[in-house]
RNA sequence: CGGGGCGUAGCGCAGCCUGGUAGCGCACCGGUUUUGGGAACCGGGAGUCGGAGGUUCAAAUCCUCUCGCCCCGACCA
């Protein structure tokens, strides 16, 4: 390729849209353009990323075993309403109507087209396990669309689906598919971790995500230092706390104490001297409409995620002012289990064993201390419902935790039965008995994973392109097109390196040497070869090595081998 | 959707408070000199001042409404 007949635009000021540095690095590389919210045209150097990416997918995938398929974009609304999802997915779900007013969607995701498809055409056992994949462009209406490629509401996608007759094979087919993901990863160069997650919206029984830690990242990721344990905080369990011994002394009185605008935890336990872990903080919540009382110890924070699954709920806020004083009968800042009634109240593990604790009063201005459960109010339901801290220990080895941020560029789920038999698909197995089919989903964020692999390999001068998904392997940069050695040299080792097919690009464009070397660093390829007045009167080759800044000085006969090699060596190692 | 901020040339911004010829830097085009880490000078092209309505002799500037974009929360590859 010569630069000078590329579609390659760098800026050199930071466009104010972008806040990451791979949003930035992208938009200043010239590798993706805004065309709305969330909306991204790719250029010819970042769609040569993506596709280096989608064919290290393609590999992985086929080599597991998987088959691709092209499912369309737009889905009859009916298939939706068949699986219950047309109602639950909300207004993320681009919707839209044909000429007839029939309702259709954008594709967010595929489970009802695959499964509709497989109960089409697979009706034996003989033709199962299968697994069927597709790397193509999901829509989701995201209320906040987020740093460029990151969260984005067109996004590409590569989501693959897995049919088996039992627990076993899908077990089978799951494992395979993890496997598959870190092949995937690795291949493209990236550091990540493979962590327990949630399961959302799509549902299932289990899953794990992929991901790659960056100080950007939008999820919170829990690990152990000592075992392999790892998990999303949304998921990440909580050991329950020591319990405290039950004083010898009988409990104490309830009191009500004037706390005059103290609403704060840190505020009313500064206030009453007592420490943060002696209080109950009582949070009102919604849970698709139901309220519904939790209580935390004062010091931790409550994992919405975890509630929402305890309360089988799709939707959980916090309730709005009047609702809380509805509920309390009492004023914003001061509620408490004291005297609640005709509401469902949950409350964290953490809490069971306090007493004499300290809460609000449901009444302006006012706490209680030395509240007992059973003695002053109901004894709530207990559950595991607080986001882990790093003062928590391992729920498997005990051993210290740590939490950092982390991008989510995989997903993977065992789905079970929950498509297959909302839409039937069902197949006879050897005594001609109807079963329902096992299913899993797998999915990864290709736009995603490029800007994840920037946010992992990038310095002040720009992106350092894994070799794996880097546009070009190399560059050759002629320091002076205008004088005719440098020229003719820079052209014929251009042509040398795509002899050997090695993919390369000459920046062949009119322009002084310092404009050249910011662009190279910018843009991130891997190798320069610089050809300018200084090696040719040495009469070496310079190769500089973008990750390590290093610049190889190599006789004029040997270069070819030694990029080669150096290629080689930039691959990630297994 | 709630909270905060921003819309002026492709990009980064000034001008708005106090109404009166639409500006600067980068990028782009032509020219001269330059050429190993974002060159200098000369000349040039490019703007519905996000949109609509209003106030006014006169609106980028004041008022009202509206649209878009960005950031913080709920969603997720």
Known sequence: MRYSAGLINTVREVPSEAEVISHQLMLRAGMIKKLAAGVYSFLPLGYRVIRKIEEIIRKEMDQAGAQEVFLPVLCPAELWQDSGR???YGPELMR???R????????PTHEEVITDLVRREVKSYRQLPLNLYQIQTKFRDEIRPRFGLMRGREFIMKDAYSFDCDEAGADVSYQRMKETYQNIFRKCGLKFTMVEADTGAIGGNFSHEFMVLADSGEDLVVSCQKCSYGSNIERAECLPSKEKALPDAPLKPVEAVLTPKYTAVDEVADFLKVKKDEGVKTLIMKADEQEVVVLMRGDHELNEVK???LLNAVDIVMADEATIETITGGSVGFSGPVGLERVKIVADYSVQNLFNFVTGANKKDTHLVNVNWGRDCPVPQFADLRLVTETDRCPRCQDKLTITRGIEVGHIFKLGTKYSKALKAEYLDQKGDEKTIIMGCYGIGVG????ASIEQNHDKDGIIWPMPIAPYQVLVLPTDVTDKNIKDTAHDVYKQLLACGIETIIDDRDERPGVKFKDADLLGFPLRITIGSRSLKQ???E???RKTGE????PKDDYKNRVIKLIQELQPQE
């Open 86 to 88: 047309w109602s639950v």
């Open 96 to 98: 839209c109507k044909d």
């Open 100 to 107: 007839h007013n029939r309702e259709f969607c954008l594709g």
């Open 307 to 309: 509630l929402k699954n």
């Open 448 to 451: 995603r994973t490029m800007a």
């Open 539 to 541: 009469g070496v080759i």
């Open 543 to 545: 190769i500089r090595i």
């Open 551 to 554: 610049n190889l000085q190599v």
